[in-house]
C-alpha cells in the first residue's frame, strides 16, 4: 500500500529524481566520443574583438561573415560531409559594401558540400516558432532550399538533459498578425544535431513527424522518453502528459571530451592539416564562449593550439551539446530508463523486504537493512549508467524510507499492546494463581483434618466404619485437588492432550454431572433434554466430561439468582452431537464473547466478586480443538449466555488406525 502511495506521488519526485540522475553523470567516467564528430569553437578573444570594433548596423554576431564564409570554404574543400552552422543568420548585414561580409559567406554555401543552417526562435520551450534565414543564405546552386533546423533543446527543470524529436514552431494568434506570413513559419523542424546526422546518413530527415520517433536513419527509432515527469503509475492511468518526443542525452563526457579546434587555428592551418582534421567528418560550427547548462560537470586537461583550452570551463558549449546528440545516435547509445514493470519490481520487494524486516528482527538491525538496501540501490544506479541504463532512485528510496517508518512506529504501537497485554496477563495469573492455591489449600486441610482423626480412633482402637468413611472421604478430596491440577497442567498451551477413545453415551454421562453439579448450589436445579435413543460417540469420556462439568460450572458461577439450566444434547448434519448449555445468567459483551475462551480470560461483570481462575473455558475449548469438534457461544448482557459444545460422533481415522495399533 505504501509502494502504491509512494508511486501515485511520483511526478512530485520528478526534480529530485533529474538532480540525481545529474550526479550519476558525474559519477560515470568519459568514454570515447565519435570520432566522426568534428567541433569548430568561435573563441571569446575573437568575438570580444569582434564585439569593440564592429559597426552600429553590422549584423554579424560572432565575427565578420565574410571570415566565417572563408574558413566554410576551406573547410568544405578539406573533404567535411556535413557542416552545421550553429549560427542565426535572420537577416542580411546592411553595411555599405555587403560583399565585405555576406557575399563570401553566400558563396561559401554554394559550393559543394552539405551545410545545415539555424532557424531563427521565437518564445519560449512551450510556444516556439521559426524563423527561416535570410533568402541570401537559402539559395543554392543545387538545390532551392537548404536543411533548416531548430536550435532548442528540451531542457527539463532548467538542465539539458534531451533534444527534443519534435519541434513544432506554434505562434500565437497575437503573434500572427504582428509578424508578415513569410516570417512566421508555424512548422515542424527537426534539432540541429539530428538534422546533420541524417544528412551525414545521406538520409532524409522527412520522418519527423508529430507522432512519430524513427527520425533518424535508417528505419531505426530512437527510443524516446515520454515527458518531463515520471509516472509510475502511467500503465494505469487514462491520459498521461503529451509525449515530447524526448531523446535522453548519453553524455560522452564533461566539457573537453570533444577537442574543438579554435576558429584561429582553421585560420592560420594549413590545407593539408584541414583535411586531416575534417575529412569525411560531421562538423558542428559554433560559439566557443558561450556555456549551457548541462549535467556533466568536470575540468578538462589544459590544451594547446589546435584547440580550444577549456581547461577552466564547466560548463559546455552549444556545439558540444549537439556533439553529444549526434554521438547518442551514431553510437546507437541511448540512455535508457529501465522499463516501468522493474520499477514496480524493486519499489514493492524493497518495500516488503523492509516491512518484513521491521516485523522479525529487532528495529536497530533492520534499520541497519534500510540503510543497505539504500546503498544498494544506488550502487546499482551508478553501475547501470554505466551501461547507459537510468534507474530511478529517488523514487525507491523514498519507498523504502518510507515503509521503514512507518513500519517502525507500527512495531513501536504493537509493542506498547502486547507490553500492555503481557502485564494484563500477568495480573491475570496471579490472581489465577492465588485462586488455585486457595482451591487446591481446602482439600488438602480437609485431608490433614481427616487422617489426624483416624490417627486417633487407631490410638483408641475405635477405628471401625467410621475410619472407612473417613478414607473414602480423604480419597474424594485427593481427586478433587488431582482435578483441580489436572485443569492448571490443561491450561499449559505446550501440552498436548492424549486422547482415549471410546464408544459412550454423552447423554447419560451429562445427566450424571448435571446430579453431581446441583449438589453445590441450592438455587440451581439442571434439565437434561436428550434424544429418546441417547447419544452414542466415540470419545475421550474423562475429557469431555470435564468440558461438560466445566460449563456447567460456568453457569452456576454467572447465574448468581439461580435457575434452573438446561442441557440440550442435540443430533446435527454432518455427524456431530451438539451439547448445548442455557442459562438466564448476567451474559456477557460481544467484545468479552471474542475473548472468554483465551487462557485466563474471564467475563466478570464490574463490581462483582464471582471466583474463577480463567482457565475453565480456555480447557473447554482445548479439548473440544483435541476432539476434532468445537465450542462458540452467544450471549446478551443480562439476558444470559448459550454455550454450544460439539463433537464428532466418531474420531478420526487417523485416532481409529493409533488406537487399532496399540
Excluded at 566522426?36 to 560572432?62: F, M, N, P
Excluded at 553524455?251 to 593539408?272: C, E, L
Excluded at 474423562?542 to 458461577?557: C, E, H, Y
Aim: glycine share 6%; aromatic share 6%.
Amino acid at each position: 500500500m505504501i509502494s502504491i502511495i509512494v508511486c501515485r506521488f511520483s511526478p512530485n519526485l520528478s526534480t529530485l529524481e533529474f538532480a540525481l540522475l545529474d550526479s550519476l553523470f558525474v559519477l560515470r567516467p568519459a568514454r570515447t566520443p565519435d570520432s566522426r564528430i568534428a567541433l569548430i569553437g568561435i573563441e571569446k578573444t575573437a568575438i570580444d574583438q569582434h564585439e569593440e570594433g564592429r559597426d552600429v548596423d553590422c549584423a554579424c554576431s560572432l565575427v565578420p561573415r565574410n571570415k566565417i564564409g572563408r574558413e566554410l570554404s576551406r573547410v568544405k574543400q578539406a573533404g567535411a560531409k556535413v557542416t552545421v552552422l550553429d549560427l542565426v543568420l535572420e537577416r542580411t548585414c546592411p553595411v555599405k559594401v555587403p560583399e565585405e561580409h555576406d557575399q563570401p559567406l553566400v558563396q561559401a554555401l554554394r559550393e559543394p558540400g552539405e551545410v545545415i543552417l539555424t532557424a531563427k526562435t521565437i518564445s519560449n520551450p512551450d510556444k516556439i516558432y521559426f524563423r527561416d534565414p535570410a533568402a541570401e543564405f537559402m539559395w543554392a546552386q543545387e538545390q532551392s532550399h537548404r536543411i533548416i533546423a531548430s536550435p532548442v533543446l528540451y531542457s527539463p527543470r532548467g538542465t539539458i538533459r534531451g533534444v527534443s524529436l519534435i519541434q513544432k514552431g506554434d505562434p500565437s494568434e497575437s503573434q500572427r498578425q504582428r509578424l508578415e506570413p513569410l516570417e512566421c513559419v508555424g512548422r515542424t523542424l527537426p534539432p540541429l544535431a539530428v538534422a546533420g546526422y541524417c544528412a551525414f546518413m545521406e538520409e532524409p530527415c522527412e520522418a519527423v513527424q508529430e507522432d512519430t520517433t524513427d527520425c533518424a536513419a535508417r528505419g531505426a527509432g530512437i527510443p524516446v522518453w515520454p515527458s518531463t515527469t515520471i509516472y509510475l503509475l502511467e500503465p494505469l492511468m487514462s491520459e498521461v502528459a503529451d509525449s515530447s518526443h524526448v531523446m535522453l542525452i548519453n553524455w560522452a563526457g564533461p566539457a573537453g571530451t570533444f577537442p574543438m579546434y579554435s576558429f584561429s587555428a582553421i585560420q592560420n592551418a594549413s590545407n593539408v592539416q584541414l583535411r586531416s582534421w575534417f575529412k569525411d567528418k560531421l562538423v558542428f560550427v559554433g560559439s566557443g564562449a558561450e556555456t549551457e547548462y548541462t549535467p556533466m560537470r568536470g575540468t578538462p586537461a589544459k590544451v594547446s593550439w589546435p584547440y580550444v583550452d577549456q581547461s577552466g570551463e564547466k560548463a559546455m558549449t552549444g556545439v558540444e551539446v549537439h556533439a553529444n546528440v549526434a554521438d547518442t545516435i551514431m553510437q546507437r547509445r541511448f540512455l535508457r530508463p529501465l522499463p516501468l514493470p522493474l520499477i514496480w519490481i524493486l519499489v514493492v520487494g524493497c518495500s516488503l523486504v523492509v516491512a518484513l524486516a521491521f516485523e522479525r528482527l529487532s528495529t536497530w538491525v533492520a534499520t541497519g537493512m534500510v540503510l543497505l538496501e539504500v546503498g544498494l540501490i544506488f550502487l546499482a544506479a551508478v553501475l547501470l549508467m554505466r551501461w547507459d541504463c537510468w534507474l530511478y532512485v529517488v523514487i525507491p528510496v523514498t519507498a523504502v524510507a518510507t515503509t521503514g517508518v512507518v513500519s517502525g512506529l507500527w512495531g513501536y504501537a504493537c509493542s506498547r499492546h502486547e507490553a500492555s497485554r503481557l502485564a494484563r496477563e500477568a495480573e491475570v495469573r496471579d490472581a489465577a494463581t492465588q485462586a488455585l492455591v486457595h482451591d487446591l489449600k481446602q482439600p488438602l486441610a480437609a485431608i490433614s483434618g481427616l487422617a489426624a482423626a483416624i490417627r486417633i480412633m487407631e490410638q483408641a482402637d475405635t477405628a471401625d466404619e467410621e475410619a472407612l468413611e473417613l478414607v473414602q472421604r480423604i480419597q474424594g478430596q485427593v481427586e478433587r485437588a488431582v482435578e483441580d491440577i489436572d485443569e492448571l497442567l490443561m491450561a499449559s498451551p505446550d501440552r498436548d492432550l492424549p486422547l482415549e477413545y471410546r464408544p459412550f453415551d454423552v447423554a447419560s454421562l451429562a445427566a450424571d454431572l448435571a446430579v453431581t453439579q446441583s449438589l453445590k448450589s441450592t438455587v440451581h436445579d439442571f434439565q437434561v433434554q436428550a434424544p429418546a435413543g441417547g447419544a452414542v460417540i466415540s470419545a475421550d469420556p474423562r475429557l469431555v466430561g470435564r468440558a461438560i462439568a466445566n460449563l456447567m460450572d460456568n453457569a452456576i458461577k454467572y447465574w448468581p439468582a439461580g435457575g434452573t439450566i438446561i442441557v440440550r444434547i442435540e443430533k446435527e448434519p454432518g455427524d456431530r452431537i451438539g451439547i448445548r448449555i442455557i442459562d438466564r445468567g448476567v451474559g456477557m459483551s460481544r467484545e468479552q464473547q471474542s475473548r472468554v475462551f483465551e487462557r485466563f480470560e474471564r467475563a466478570v461483570p464490574e463490581g462483582s466478586a464471582i471466583p474463577g481462575t480463567g482457565i475453565g473455558l480456555y480447557s473447554v475449548r482445548k479439548i473440544a480443538q483435541a476432539h476434532r469438534g468445537s465450542v462458540s457461544v452467544t450471549s446478551e448482557p443480562g439476558a444470559g449466555s448459550t454455550f454450544i459444545f460439539r463433537l464428532p460422533v466418531e474420531p478420526p481415522r487417523q485416532a481409529v488406525k493409533e488406537r487399532t495399533v496399540r
